[in-house]
Nanobody
Framework: VQLQASGGGLVQAGGSLRLSCAAS????????MGWFRQAPGKERDFVAAIRWGRGSTYYADSVKGRFTISRDGASTVSLQMNNLKPEDTAVYYC???????????????WGQGTQVTVSS
């Protein structure tokens, strides 16, 4: 499965962006789709995940209440980001794994990343 992320950009603090990740094929119900982010000089951190079959969602504490992960059809996962903060600035990556995990090593497929920059 190849993943293609899009939707990043430059936004002022308090603004919103919606990221999308399109898979080249069907996402099976047993999969977990995740979003991670990586700021310059830092590790890649978990942001959000969704169990594709059940629709259960999971969030990092830092984005809870501001970000929403969702399914858009059979092969696209989205991340709605509201009330963005400068500390949300990072490259955002979508990923696919076979089980819920909060570390990038557990995810098998990755998109190319999309830059999100939040100005103060």
């Amino acid at each position: 499965v190849q993943l293609q992320a899009s939707g990043g950009g430059l936004v002022q603090a308090g603004g919103s962006l919606r990221l999308s990740c399109a898979a080249s094929g069907r996402i099976y119900s047993s999969s977990v789709m995740g979003w991670f982010r990586q700021a310059p000089g830092k590790e890649r951190d978990f942001v959000a995940a969704i169990r594709w079959g059940r629709g259960s969602t999971y969030y990092a504490d830092s984005v809870k209440g501001r970000f929403t992960i969702s399914r858009d059809g059979a092969s696209t996962v989205s991340l709605q980001m509201n009330n963005l903060k400068p500390e949300d600035t990072a490259v955002y990556y979508c990923s696919r794994g076979s089980d819920l995990a909060y570390t990038p090593a557990e995810y098998k497929n990755w998109g190319q990343g999309t830059q999100v920059t939040v100005s103060s």
